[in-house]
């Protein structure tokens, strides 16, 4: 076999059984860090009125005085079979619970990712011509700067300017309650808020590496020689980004998650990422495992997909 | 400098308050006037005084969380630079991509949230403050005045802290203004959630969440908390990255 197609197969093999040893890690250190910690579920559901004895065997019940390691295996081994265990709050099964949220985070998740995907191919653009037409410029300081800033205080200035001076759109995004797709005005601060810090990071990851490319001997070389833009960017710019854009598409699919549960609190959005914050509050543990795990499930996916990309390197 | 500006106001602040911020002294959000610079809150009190004593919590909790973040990362970076370790290597893209809110929110249901912060801050920055102190102290074993010190019979950990540390000092301000941007970030969002102990006396995070549904009434109770945050969080950053460029000597913008 040639080098290229062995190395080729053993990443299509390890890439995936890394990613899984990843997740396996990140759900025991999900569990370790909301069950294992002092204050288990039994003290939760006392709440400090409950005695010793009635404590004790509600962990029997529940299984909680059993090892650590046994209650992580058993709760891994019900997950896989689409178990994740009854909400300590409601009593109604998990998956349930999140799934129920789940469409309302994808009205905002999508048009914001769709809104990211724009604004950083805008930014690399930008980023791009200003690298040929200042080659000895460093560059991207704006969007580096901007990463800088917290996600609420853009949340706050967005929603002084559209909805305290401008008066477009209400300050607070609640659902209707009857279920059916929300007003687009209402989505409209939410989705900003969790496009713009996202769609930063991007460019002042990616901004650069855009730059890099485009500075290489053999571009400028080409460009001076006349060959079209279009066959330039097609055989010498794209394939060298591939690697960085799929891992800039990573740090974006975190950041989404992680903004949502920020960005529909403060507005008030009774998304999946709202349910995160308060099953916290309560101490819902088996709700926040499962909504723990499954956002960095989807980070660890992509991060598996930019795996699986040949890199190629510019030589 | 503008840093600078605004930890005075937070050491000297709730010493200048012209009102208690912890009391209503006008109508819930007021529009400003003469007797309150930036209007009322959410529950009538004066936005310019919780504005002056909000800084303290949020300041002290970050810095506390930045030094930590640093001092683990500072020990690790030391010990694997000296013994050439590669374990630790691997991973960092790992943590570039897993956002730092999510385990502060998976502590968080087992642990005050001050003490969320500090641990994610840690979890997220150490190992990237580790890298870059590797690297700087990799090479330092073989230097001149590296070699005196341990010929002088010096123990190692002596001389990573006497002769290798004072090297990556300037490698280590800048990290730390960095691991303190991340902190603040961290804090601020679970302060707008409502997970930390935010004192009564106001909390300029725990501002914008109060005051959002009155954005309409009084923007200044929410523009004014919001502009503190992002001036104190791009200055520090922006002197944490001219820190970064004048150690590693790279680009002159």
Known sequence: MRPSLTAGLSRAVLAPLRAVGLLAAVSAAVFAATELLPGDAADAVGAGRASAAQLAELRAERGLDRPGWERWAGWAWALLHGDAGRSLLSGRPVVDVVGGRLPATAVL????????????????????????????????????????????????????????????????????????????????????????????????????????ALRRPYVTDALIRGVPAGRILRRHVLPVLAAPALRVLAVVVGGLTAGSALVETVFGYAGAGELLVSSVAARDTPVVQLLALGSAAAVLAVLLLADLVPVRRPS | MLAAVVVAVTLLGPALA???????????????????????????????????????HLLALSLVAAVAATLAGTLGGLLAGWSGSRVIATGADLLLAVPVLLP??????????????????VLAGAPLTLGVVRDAAAGVQERG???????????????????????????LAADLGLRFVTALQLASALAVLGLTDAPATGDWAAMLRENLAGAALNPAALAAPALLLALLSLAVAAAAHAGLRHAFGTGDT
Do not use: K, M, N
């Open chain 1, 109 to 212: 998740a999508g048009p914001a990712f769709v809104l990211t995907a724009l604004l950083v191919l805008l930014g690399c653009a930008l980023a791009g011509r200003r690298a040929l037409r200042r080659p000895g410029d460093a560059g991207g300081g704006l969007a580096t700067a901007f990463t800088a800033v917290p996600q609420v205080v853009v949340a706050a200035a967005l929603a002084a300017l559209l909805s305290g001076v401008l008066g477009w759109v209400p300050p607070v995004s609640l659902l209707p309650a009857g279920g059916g797709p929300p007003d687009p005005s209402i989505v409209l601060l939410p989705v900003l808020t969790l496009a713009l810090p996202s769609a930063a990071f991007g460019v002042a990851l990616l901004g650069g590496a855009v730059a890099d």
């Open chain 2, 18 to 56: 012209p009102y208690d911020p912890a009391a209503p002294v006008t109508a819930p959000w007021q529009a400003s006037s003469a007797g309150h610079l930036l209007g009322g809150d959410v529950l009538g009190r004066d936005v310019f005084s919780r504005l002056l004593a909000g800084g303290r």
């Open chain 2, 104 to 121: 502060a929110l998976v502590v968080a249901v087992s642990l005050p949230g001050d003490a969320a912060v500090v641990i994610a801050t």
């Open chain 2, 145 to 171: 005045y590296v070699r005196a010190a341990r010929l002088r019979g010096e123990r190692t950990l002596e001389v990573l802290l006497r002769e290798v540390l004072p090297a990556v000092a300037g490698v």
